[in-house]
């Protein structure tokens, strides 16, 4: 069964009530939309305003919302005037009748059109019902779908534009040329099963070798852009750490290109952590300026230095600060030590105050992506430009942007587990094992493939899926 007629079977088995919601944010605005979608929402829109023209298809119609309660002498009781959108089945977004009324934003009249319309026999929607019903009858795959709700949470560009791509079926597109193959191969050993006693040839090993091979480095590659679009997808958080008065907040607000940290020349200004949100390159970047790290007897700059240890402790990435000016002290060695194996950058800062008889030290060398030390000014900008590049490098492990990213844990445990079924099936396949076990692998790699586009997806995930969207779409 392909994924059309698996997702007609679904739509089939879904009921046929006309659902009602509010599509735009809650409070207001010059506009408001009321969504209607199902067999009954073009007669419901018909009482629910008065038309001026009858609905058309994609076509926009003057309405008036009127005030059942509240009439005057000439009988007028209209309350606002609407915009009446209607997409007839199955040329909408749900595939069922689809209408739009664009109101002005008032909450009050939004809210006495959605009574209305549940009065007049409409079910209020749950979140992400029409997606759901786009996605059950066919119109999207469940990474389409998903990607919906992507775009609208979106905070950067680059998030939007991944969205959007998504939203094409750029990962459906990479995907299906590998279970076309997978599929076909299936065949070619079903049908020696089937037709054994026929004079089918059975499949030779080195064959079955040949096309499993073939199916492994596509997944590889989409297995291994996990990682940049994770990040794009999630973002990550920098702890910037170091001693006091190293310029860590002065640094900190260079990334962030504004006064957001108290900047003074006294040692451990910083009582407490600082965050803020920036894009780098569209990475969404969650800064996170640390207390000054040094013995501390005041209860309150212990505590300060506590929560920076937890910061630098569940950070993806470390920023630490040494000053150019000092010696390495005992607590910059600890430091270096503890970021170790993680991904770290390691600058030396104020390096416009440090003149040739600048303090000389041999670093450790944590495990960061680019030679150490980077020379910085937060004062005068020297060394930002590249220290915004190495930290972008680190954040993506030097991935390219590519279409058709793995953007979610769910798109990556299906890819992983169709690589390892089709390992499995490679083994059995070099072990001599029967044809029919090879293909409990392979059925085993397709399920998984499917389970990304939603074919074979299970009825709790797919609520838990969709139950993250906001209601109204």
Known sequence: MDVQDSNSSLAAALPTETIVAISTPPGRGGIGIVRLSGPQAAAIANDLVRLHHPLEHARARLADVLDDEVADDAGANQIDEAVVTFFAAPNSYTSDDLVEIAAHGSPVVLDLLLRRALDLGARLAEPGEFTQRAFLSGKLDLTQAEAVRDLIEAQTLTQARQAASQMGGALSRRVQPVKQALVELIALLEAGIDFAEDDIDVTPQAEIARRIGELTPPLAALDA????????????TLAIVGRPNAGKSSLFNRLVERDRAIVTATPGTTRDLVTERISLDGIPLELVDTAGLREAFEEVEQLGIARSREALADASLVLVVLDATQPLNNEERALLAAVEGRPAVVIRNKCDLAGSDAPSFDLPQPDISAPVPLHTSALTGEGITTLRERILALATGGAAAEPGLLTSLR??????????????????????????????????ALWALDSLTGQTTSDDILNLIFSTFCIGK
Do not use: C, F, K, W
């Open 411 to 444: 798109h990556q445990r299906a890819i992983a587990t169709t690589r390892n079924a089709l390992a499995d099936a490679a083994q059995a396949n070099a072990s001599n094992i029967p044809h029919e076990m090879i293909l409990i692998d392979l059925y085993r």
């Open 225 to 236: 852009s996990y990682a940049r679009g994770r990040v794009v997808h999630d973002g990550l």
